[in-house]
């Protein structure tokens, strides 16, 4: 036995106290001896060669303890909560160790427990599910970046530059008769009217013939970078080329050429399906997130911060891979975006904190609803997860704990179960009098690859 006491202290904290014997102690003080001998040097033995009870009577007998304390405590506390029957969250801390020697020591600590929860009704809850409906202009707008993607790009020799051209452009900008930085560029694809360049630029290329050497007079706009702002500036451009978008037909052909489809109207009709597909799925998590709000806004219980410490480490954590998977670390990111970590962790905490009552609102659903756990659901859920990380099952064994594992499950069992007594509510229409007007939309800017190289300041084309 490794519990010597276990003493509710406040509300869901315990004080435990734990023991270790001489033979359980004294092989920790061994190992803690094997791992630490090749770096001590006790006189008149070679280093590393100096016997354990040489080191202690040299060094003090004392030399071992904290090593030893370290080796032993994992198994001691994990065999201390079990006796206690507690179900412990977060890190054990104030460890006081009372007694310690080659008799073995004792020590207590303190540690959170999971709290006594309370939840509402969780069956036959509502949520607001949108009816979904696609417009003939969505499918429309999807046609229409399949017939971009599929253009031709002819070059036109007969006539003279106009809007919606793709102009093949050398340019160089001077102000005050010198070229300023990031003004220049080669062999430069600009589409006549895109609005991509400053003001007045692209006016001035309409009209041109490939093989024109001539001026272009702008003026920057007051709110460009400081060291243009308001300035006159004249660019030499050469138009090497004029090039269009050619569009494909759209009909039956064309959706042979891009599709498995034999008539454009079948493919309009797969269009369609994907986008109501896709409306379907993001309806049905809108529909799932409220629910789950609902049920997690039902749990009362006064939930120990260092569960909401832990969920919070989770979600930093995770954002933290999604950042190194688009080749970002988190302390660019916080550079960039000029946060500190506590400011992130302040935003995320009121997430967090619901994370936490949702994972206890389920587990209480698992228990009030006898959910078990089989040996196929463990079965498939170790499959599916070699499966997604394309290692063998006993690899994703040793990595996720059966223990684990199963509450996993549960927990998904007790959200599904929630999901499926739900009730879907359809949104109360706006009239035309409720309905509030639109916000006109704001113009941004425009900052493309193609477009930094080609501006002043990499702003050019803004």
Do not use: W
Not at 274 to 283: L, M, T
């Amino acid at each position: 036995m490794s519990l010597k006491s276990a003493q509710k202290t406040d509300t869901n904290l315990y004080t435990l106290e734990l023991t270790c014997d001489k033979e359980r102690f004294g092989a920790a003080l061994q190992k803690a001896y094997e791992k630490q001998k090749e770096n001590i040097t006790v006189p008149g033995f070679r280093k590393g060669k100096a016997p354990k009870a040489f080191i202690e009577k040299y060094y003090g007998e004392s030399i071992f303890y904290d090593d030893a304390i370290d080796e032993v405590f994992p198994e001691l506390y994990a065999a201390a909560v079990e006796e206690a029957a507690i179900d412990a969250v977060g890190q054990p801390f104030d460890f006081e160790i009372k007694t310690v020697s080659k008799e073995g020591f004792e020590l207590s600590l303190k540690v959170y427990v999971k709290p006594e929860v309370e939840i509402g009704e969780y069956k036959g809850l509502t949520a607001v599910k949108n009816a979904v409906t696609v417009e003939a202009d969505e499918v429309e707008h999807r046609l229409n970046h399949m017939l971009e993607d599929n253009a031709r790009i002819l070059t036109v020799e007969d006539r003279p530059a106009q809007n919606g051209d793709i102009a093949v452009i050398d340019f160089e900008g001077f102000t005050d008769g010198k070229p300023f930085e990031g003004g220049k560029a080669e062999k430069y694809d600009l589409t006549l009217g895109s609005g991509q360049f400053i003001p007045g630029f692209e006016e001035q290329i309409v009209g041109h013939n490939a093989g024109d050497a001539f001026d272009v007079n702008v003026k920057f706009p007051e709110e460009y970078a400081q060291e243009l702002a308001g300035k006159d500036a004249v660019f030499k451009v050469v138009l090497h080329e004029i090039k269009v978008k050619e569009l494909p037909a759209l009909d039956d052909e064309f959706a042979k050429d891009v599709s498995e489809f034999d008539t454009l109207d079948e493919l309009k009709k797969s269009i369609e399906d994907e986008i109501r597909a896709g409306k379907e799925a993001e309806a049905q998590r809108n529909f799932e997130t409220q629910l789950l709000d609902k049920l997690a806004d039902s749990v009362n219980a006064e939930i120990p911060p260092v569960m909401v410490e832990a969920a919070l480490d989770d979600i930093i954590n995770d954002f933290s891979y999604r950042m190194q998977m688009q080749g970002l670390d988190m302390n660019t990111y916080l550079q960039y975006t000029g946060l500190d970590m506590k400011t992130m962790r302040d935003g995320y905490k009121d997430r967090a904190e619901r994370d936490v009552k949702l994972r206890l609102a389920v587990e209480k659903i698992a228990e009030l609803e006898n959910i078990e756990v089989t040996e196929d659901d463990l079965k498939a859920e170790y499959d599916r997860f070699a499966e997604a990380y394309k290692v063998d099952v006993d690899t994703i064994k040793k990595a996720i704990s059966e223990e684990g594992l199963k509450k996993d499950i549960s927990a998904k069992k007790a959200m599904d179960l929630v999901i499926a007594s739900a009730v879907a509510t359809e949104a109360e229409e706006e009239t035309k009098e409720e309905k509030p007007a639109k916000p006109a939309k704001k113009t941004a800017k425009k900052t493309t690859k193609k477009a930094e190289k080609a501006e002043p300041k990499a702003e050019d084309a803004e």
